[in-house]
């Protein structure tokens, strides 16, 4: 399950699952508030509406067409599979997901996460800058030293979102 984490300011005001926190921010009041999913980092917008209206398209499957470019050699293989192109492509992946990331695919989902998450929230903050060279270096110690001044909050989830990403 997608777990998030809501900030009013510099305040991290909730962490947890998605419909968690939007049930909490329903309560509240979403006003000011920025939302991030903590797997990506990225700003998110959750739907805050009492009564969120159905969704369109397959919501059971929760299919969402999307084009797909490959060479026409890609194309003959995915034809003569069994199942046709979309249920090939769906156990590829499938198969891709369950494998278990590498360290360096472990590292840049964290440095990314934190890029994201700092971008939105902290772009104006002294040295932002030196903190993203220090992050993407992987030094963890020029990234905690860049951030010590910041609001605690957006440091401390600055600092979860990078523990993957950095070294000592």
Do not use: C, N
């Amino acid at each position: 399950m997608t777990t998030v984490t809501a900030f009013h300011g510099p305040r991290r005001i909730a962490t947890g699952p998605a419909p968690e926190v939007a049930a909490l921010l329903r309560v509240q009041g979403g006003d000011g508030v920025l939302v991030f999913d903590d797997a990506s980092g990225k700003q998110i917008d959750l739907d805050l509406r009492p009564d969120a209206p159905p969704a369109r398209g397959r919501p059971k499957l929760g299919v969402t067409a999307r084009e797909v470019t490959l060479l026409p050699r890609q194309w003959d293989w995915l034809a003569a599979q069994p199942g046709g192109a979309s249920a090939t492509l769906r156990r590829l992946i499938e198969a891709a997901r369950q494998a278990p990331p590498s360290a360096q695919e472990l590292q840049k989902a964290a440095r990314t996460a934190a890029y994201h998450f700092l971008h939105a929230i902290a772009g104006d903050f002294a040295g932002y800058e030196a903190a993203l060279r220090a992050l993407f270096a992987g030094d963890a110690t020029g990234f905690a030293a860049q951030i010590a001044g910041w609001p605690e909050d957006i440091r401390d989830h600055a600092l979860h979102l990078a523990k993957d990403g950095l070294t000592a």
